[in-house]
Each structure stands twice: as C-alpha cells, then as structure tokens.
C-alpha cells in the first residue's frame, strides 16, 4: 500500500500551487500522518511516505474515517483550496468490512463535492464501491500485493475523471485548457468562466445555460391504476417540451408504492426519443401501501447523485414533480425537508384523494401544490405548471426567464447556500456571537483580536457595512447593536473594551435565538427589510447545553448567513447544523491558530450577496401604483368587549388612508374568538364608502376560549384566496392586520408558519393581556409584533403600523446589491 501511493505521488506535480498531497492512516479511529499543506515539494511528501509505519489496531471504522477527512482534513485550514475551486479526490484503500456505518460520511463526502476513488479487496469490494463517487470509480484485486497490476489502469481513471472534474467556485480569468490530469490537476476557472465584470462579482458558481435535471415521481399503488395512462400521458407531454440531451435538459422517471423503482435514471438516455419511447412503454406496478416519504428519500439518495447523472454540484437546477392520488402511509416532512436541503425543487399534483396539506408540506412552497379531480384532469394544470416553474426561477434568480419549452438565457443556478457572490459596493449586516462561558477565559483575548482584525477590512459605515458583537453563556449579552455605531473607529474602541463575561452553561442555542429576536431586527440596526445581507459569525469553545437546532433553522428561515468557527472542544456537527451550510463549519485546534481561518472566512463574507429567496412579499415592479390585499383579523372574545368600540374606530382610520379601488387596495374584516367569521372578503367591497359602512356596522360576537391558531388557519385557507379577492398569484402583496387581547388557547405556530410560507406580511397588535412572545411568533418578523397597554392607546401606533404596511407594498427598485450585481452579470 505504502510503495503504491509513493508511485502515485511521482507522477504528481507537487509545488505549493499546483497539487496537494494528504495522507491518513486509519483502524478504530483515523490520524492523519501529514495534511495537504504540510509538505510543498514532492521530495518532503515522498520521504514521509516512506516513513509510514502501520499502525495497527481494531475494529476497521471505515466509516468514522471517511468523517474525519472530511472534517479534519477536506478544510483550508488543513489546506484544502475546494473554495478556490481546486478538485478535491480522495483515495481509499481499505482491505476489510467496516464496522461501523459508511453511507452517511460517504454521501456527506459527495455532497461536499469530493470525488471519492477506492480499491477493495476481495473482504471488501462491494463497500468500496458503495463509497466511491461511481462504481467505476472502484477497483478490486485480491490483496494489497496486487496493486502494481491495476496501478497504470487506476492512474488513467483517475486522468479521466480529472478531465471533467469542474470546480465548484471560480475565482477569476485563467487558462482556456479544459482538460486536467495529474501532471496538471489544477484546472482553468474558465471551465465555468462567469459573464461578468470581474471587478464586481467573484467566486461565482457556475452558470448554466438551458440545462435542468427533471425528475418525475409517479403514484404507482393501486389507488391509481385506472389513472396510470392519464399520468404517463402528463409526462409524455412534458418531456415533448424539454430540450432533451445529455448536455442540456436529463429526465427520469421512477415509479413507487410500498417502494420505489426507477424505470431510468437521469443519465440513462440523452436522446428525447429514447426517453419518449420508455415513457410510452411504462406500465402500472401496483401495490399498497403508499409510502410517498419512502419513494422521495429514494429520489434523494438515488436519483439525484452524480452517478445518476444529477448536475446539482455544476449548478445545474434539480426538479422533482410528483404526483400523487392519495395520502401517504408513511412520514413524508422528514425527506422532503431533506430534498429542500440539498435544493431540489419540488412540484406536486394530487387528485382529490390526496392529502392536500401533506402535498403543501413537499412542495417548494405551498402555492406550488396543484390539484386536480381526477389525474384525466392533468391537462387543465398543465400550463399552470409550467408557469409556478417559471415563477421560482424568476424569485430565484431575479431575472425574468422562462423554463420548461421556452429559450432559456443564462442563469444563476439554484444551489443549497443559495447566496449569489459579488463583491463590489456591498452593504452587509455582521453580528459576532461570542463564547464568554467560563471555558474560553484564556482564549477570549485571541477572540477579540479576530473580531478587531475582521472589522479592520470591513468598510464601516451606516450606508455601508454595520457591526454588532454579542457574548454569551448562560444568557446573552448585547455589547453594542448594528445601529450603535457608525464608523471603524467607534467599533473597534467598542471591541478593544470587551471583557470576559464568564458563566456557565454554554446555551448556545439560547444565544442563536436571542441574536434573531434582538438583534437582528429593524430596531436594532437590522436592514434586511432592505435586502441587505444578514451575517452571523459565531465563535464557539465549546459544546452546548441546549438543544441549537430550532434557533439555527429560524435564523436560516430568516435569511441570516451564519458562519461557525469553533476550537477542539467544540461539537464539530452541532457547528456544522448551525451553520448556513455544513462547509461554513470552520475549525481551529485552538483560538489563538484563528488567524489561520481569518482571509477564508473574510472571504465569504465579503463575497454574500442577497439571498436566492426573498423572505418578505414585495410587490411586482411593473406596478407604477403600490396595490395591496388587507385583511384585520380581530380579537371578538368575551375578554375584548369593552375595548371592541376602540378597535373598530382603529380600523375605520387605517382604511380611511388606502387608496380603495377594485384595481387598487382591497380590505377584508374577519372576527373571531372560539371560530371565526369573515364580515366582509377582499372583493365584497370596491368602494372606501362601501368599506367604512360595513366597518360602522360591526358588532362584538363575544364567546370563548380564544383560538387564534384557528383563525389564523381560516383566513389562510378562506381569505387569502383567488375566489375571497385576493390577488397573490398577481404579485400583490398580502397583508394581515392582527389584533389580540389575549393568549391563545391554542397552538398558533403552526399557522403562523404557513401563512409566511404563502407570503402573507403578518402584523400582530396586542394589549396587556396579550401575550408578546406569541405576537412575535406570529409577525412575519419579531419588530413588526406592537403592544399597548389598552386598545384605547391604538392611536399610538397607527402611524407605525401604516409605515410597515406601505413599506410593503412600496414596489420594487433595483437598488439593491443583487439588482446591481445582475446588472452586471448581464451586461456581457
């Protein structure tokens, strides 16, 4: 094994920018002899080879080994360049059964963008060829001795693979050289050379021009076997519309019902007619139950893989369209969040024996899920289709394109970070999370350093970038907000002065959550409204003594970028679930080596750009007039009946200032307390005279408890509709107006969470009694939940309220740092 990798590494070409060598020996557990930046000449990495001793030891961890590259050795503190665009391979050779698991490290490997190449022996082959990228990336023999016998044939391989390889973030001009080997395995960025000024936008994932990778799931249970020609029809008709070949549109097909088939992968034809033909000659395969959640794990495990022929890692966009007749057996939000994950879009059609909530939760957004009586109906959603696919290209890449059947011009593709990257004229909001627990005492001075260091490159100034640190341990600590300070000088004096707070336990999960609720708001400095980009930078000790996954995922669905650094008594997968994306973990053996991290992590946050999808509802910019869709949603329970006069007079005066035309705003009133009652829709009334009447008319309905989860579910499902008025689909924005006089008496997050998934702009409005922890939950964000002491002091907040609900409805300008990137982009 020893003289093999000696004889691989002569034919390297080993200098300090060209390759780089690693070599790591395993048994129970994995050390790695010398990292890929240890060693800048062949002369060095050849002498430790030979230096080599076996270790020994049991059992084989093959699985636990494949992590630790991963984690220890695949990063640019180890001296991987993968973010410069540098191929990344690893090279396994392992000569027994592992132990322990290899398929979770393995694909996490894949998905880091590593191109894995094994050589088994006879004990194990078949786990080697698992592990690899691609079964022909696998190679047996029958011992270790053998190796010379496949050494040449190996080596070949491996050229032909590098040939391909693309790097997955560009850095600039280069070479137009497309080809690769091993005597030159740093390739050309022109492989995926971006059309933009180079001065404005770097590190660019690749564009992509008319490629997408469309997958359909078919119900193939019993359920629909008289439907089956139906279906198989809908996607004959579909593929007719796609640009079929092997370097533009790839299709596949898989059928499930207990468990899924796959009649052809992504990469089995490249010819429409090919794909035609199977399409026509698919037969129904039966079977119950329906295990929707089962068949899309397989989509994802399967299917979209790059020896599927999946192009997710070039930026090629990933579809996946189900359809579906009826409810499933089995759990499907685990997966489908998991497709989300990794950016698969998801479209689905159901019948009127599925589940439409369940189709809801597996689409990209709930708005994408489509219905139809009978899958005999498929034809009248078609075009529907086909447009909801155009709708997410043009949110997700700010630039009207048109999909499936239409010429596409270049785009962004729609990748998991989902963070475009340019550099030129930037504004960003970066908020430090410190660890001040009693674990980081000595190492909070070389914390502190860092963040100086950082800010040093950061050009500070109001309309430019703004900083905040917070430290905590048990509890958090806010030392200064993104609007304390405006110039370098105030922050750094503010972070020279930092003192170690101390405590304990570590509750970093309590810090993330608090950072989102407190600082990351409009009145804290916070201009994500603004589409500004959110930054956290997070700088852990330790493990943590709360549960970090809810506060990750809110500060994610916010839009925040949050970056972990972390030391070696740090949880290196609990630092990679927080962050944004796992490679945005980034540790250190201790704080003072931060500065080995510091120009990478400077350079990811000097290249964020705004988010792929936008996390508030504007308006369309074609609207010269701002329009909007408003619905009150007021509190009738026996606990409002004398203050129900003041809120009826607040509304009459909120409406007194819409502009009330059919094609301008529109209003709805619903009442509530047990259930709830709409007084009037969004199209009852075309007049303000007509509005203000019914509003004098209201009266108090009384009753109890108070279900404010409820009501917000009934407006969801019977106001914000196209039949109640409301123009969503038109790119109206959709506004609700809460009103609440007390604590709901039940669960109101789940509704809460799927009126923002539609797009709905929440408001919340509560008194003394309410409860403003759950009036935060609520609002689309925590700043936008208002509280009075009495609904008689509403005239307090109105004109607050008005500026929010005409900041949403103000259209679109391209003044944001993405409308000028993509200008740029597309000016070549």
Do not use: W
């Not at 799931?217 to 079929?244: C, I, K, Q, W, Y």
């Not at 468990?259 to 992968?265: L, T």
């Not at 809810?550 to 994610?556: C, D, G, R």
């Amino acid at each position: 094994m020893r003289d093999f990798v000696q004889k691989l590494v002569e034919q390297f070409n080993t200098e300090a920018n060209r390759d780089r060598v690693s070599v790591v020996q395993y048994s129970r557990d994995a050390e790695a002899n010398f990292y890929l930046n240890s060693y800048t000449t062949k002369g060095e990495i050849l002498n430790s080879v030979r230096a080599l001793r076996h270790r020994g030891g049991r059992p084989l961890n093959t699985g636990a080994a494949l992590q630790y590259v991963r984690d220890n050795v695949f990063t640019a503190s180890a001296g991987s360049r993968r973010q410069e665009g540098v191929p990344q391979i690893l090279i396994l050779l392992s000569g027994g059964r592992s132990s322990d698991n290899v398929d979770v490290p393995a694909s996490a490997l894949k998905e880091s963008g590593i191109s894995i190449f094994g050589i088994g022996t006879r004990n194990s082959s078949r786990e080697v060829q698992r592990i690899a990228n691609d079964p022909t990336y696998a190679q047996s023999i029958n011992e270790f001795s053998d190796l010379p016998s496949v050494q040449q044939q190996f080596i070949s391989s491996l050229n032909n693979v590098l040939g391909e390889v693309k790097p997955m973030t560009p850095t600039g001009p280069g070479k137009t050289d497309s080809h690769t080997s091993l005597e030159d395995s740093r390739p050309s960025p022109s492989l995926q050379s971006v059309p933009c000024r180079l001065d404005a936008c770097t590190r660019l994932q690749t564009l992509i021009s008319d490629a997408e990778d469309v997958v359909f799931l078919l119900d193939g249970s019993d359920g629909t076997r008289s439907s089956f020609p139906a279906m198989r029809d809908f996607v004959e008709r579909l593929v007719e519309r796609l640009n079929v070949s092997e370097n533009r549109d790839r299709v596949s097909v898989v059928q499930y019902s207990r468990d899924p088939e796959a009649h052809f992968y992504l990469n089995t034809y490249s010819r429409k007619e090919d794909v035609l033909d199977t399409v026509r000659g698919l037969r129904h395969k039966g079977g119950r139950p329906l295990n929707t959640g089962a068949a899309l794990q397989y989509a994802r495990d399967s299917v979209f893989t790059a020896s599927s022929g999946s192009r997710r890692v070039e930026g090629v966009p990933q579809l996946l369209i189900l359809l579906s007749g009826g409810k499933s057996f089995d759990n499907v939000d685990t997966p489908a969040s998991s497709l989300k994950e990794l950016g698969v879009l998801i479209f689905a059609i159901g019948t009127r024996n599925s589940d439409s909530r369940e189709l809801q939760g597996i689409s990209h957004a709930p708005r994408y899920a489509l219905s139809v009586s009978d899958f005999a109906d498929l034809p009248s959603v078609q075009q529907q289709l086909f447009n909801n696919i155009d709708t997410v290209f043009v949110e997700g890449t700010s630039i009207p394109t048109t999909t499936i059947g239409k010429k596409k011009p270049n785009r962004l593709p729609l990748l998991p970070l989902g963070f475009y990257v340019c550099s030129d004229a930037q504004r960003r909001d970066v908020v430090f999370l410190l660890d001040g627990s009693d674990a980081t005492r000595n190492g909070f001075p070389a914390m502190k350093e860092f963040v100086q260091r950082m800010v040093d490159r950061l050009d500070i100034a109001e309309d430019r970038d703004r900083v905040s640190v917070v430290q905590y341990s048990r509890d958090a600590e806010v030392h200064f907000y993104l609007n304390t300070y405006t110039t370098k000088e105030d922050i750094l004096d503010g972070v020279r002065s930092l003192r170690h707070k101390g405590g304990r336990p570590l509750y970093t999960g309590a810090g993330l959550q608090y950072v989102r609720d407190n600082v990351f708001t409009a009145s804290s400095g916070s201009r994500r409204l603004e589409g500004v980009p959110q930054i956290l930078v997070l700088l852990s000790g330790g493990r943590s003594s709360d549960n970090v996954d809810a506060a990750a995922s809110s500060l994610k669905e916010l839009g925040v970028l949050t970056f972990g650094i972390g030391s070696r008594g740090s949880d290196s997968r609990e630092l990679q679930r927080i962050s944004y994306d796992p490679n945005y973990a980034l540790t250190v053996s201790d704080f003072s080596e931060l500065p080995n991290v510091q120009e990478q992590l400077l350079a990811s946050v000097k290249a964020v750009a705004i988010p792929v999808t936008p996390t508030l509802p504007t308006a369309t910019a074609e609207y010269t007039t701002p329009r909007k869709d408003v619905v009150f949603l007021l509190d009738g329970s026996d606990g409002t009946r004398n203050s129900f006069p003041a809120m009826r007079d607040f509304v009459q005066r909120v409406v007194e200032q819409f502009d009330i035309e059919a094609n301008k705003d529109r209003v709805s009133v619903v009442q509530y307390s047990r259930d709830a009652e709409v007084h009037f829709y969004l199209n009852s009334h075309t007049t303000k005279g007509e509005i203000l009447n019914s509003l004098r008319a209201l009266r108090h309905r009384g009753g109890r408890p108070l279900n404010t989860g409820a009501a917000l579910q009934y407006v969801r499902d019977n106001v914000f509709t196209a039949s109640s008025g409301s123009r969503r689909l038109e790119g109206v924005p959709q506004i609700l107006i809460l009103l609440s006089g007390g604590r709901s008496s039940d669960n109101v997050d789940a509704a809460a969470s799927s009126l923002k998934e539609l797009g709905v702009f929440t408001l919340g409005i509560g008194s003394r009694a309410s409860d403003s922890r759950e009036l935060q939950r609520i609002s689309t964000d925590p700043s936008y939940a208002l509280s009075v002491t009495d609904f008689s002091e509403l005239p307090n907040v109105q004109e607050q309220l008005l500026a929010s609900v005409q900041a949403v409805a103000v259209p679109v300008t391209p003044t944001s740092p993405t409308g000028m990137c993509m200008a740029e982009l597309y000016e070549s």
